[in-house]
């Protein structure tokens, strides 16, 4: 009987230690993630400060979609 209940101790044990395991494990590859979307949560703001700007914009729009005014050549290099 006394043997009975050290192996269920020692078995309850064991499943907890697995589960805190995994919850470390979790709790590390969600903090990891948040910082990953802290750090991408910055470079949106930054940008969306930027677009405010026309000159930025304009300049944006040139490069990336090649627009140009009337009279501009874009030369690409």
Not at 20 to 48: G, M, Q, R
């Amino acid at each position: 009987m006394i043997l009975g209940l050290i192996v269920s101790l020692i078995s309850s044990v064991s499943q907890d230690w697995t589960e805190i395991l995994a919850n470390k494990k979790e709790i590390n590859e969600l903090t990891s993630n948040y910082k990953k979307l802290l750090s991408e949560e910055e470079k949106l703001k930054s940008e969306v400060v930027k677009l405010q700007d026309n000159d930025y914009v304009a300049r944006y729009a040139k490069e990336k979609y090649f627009y140009s005014s009337d009279g501009e050549t874009i030369i690409r290099y």
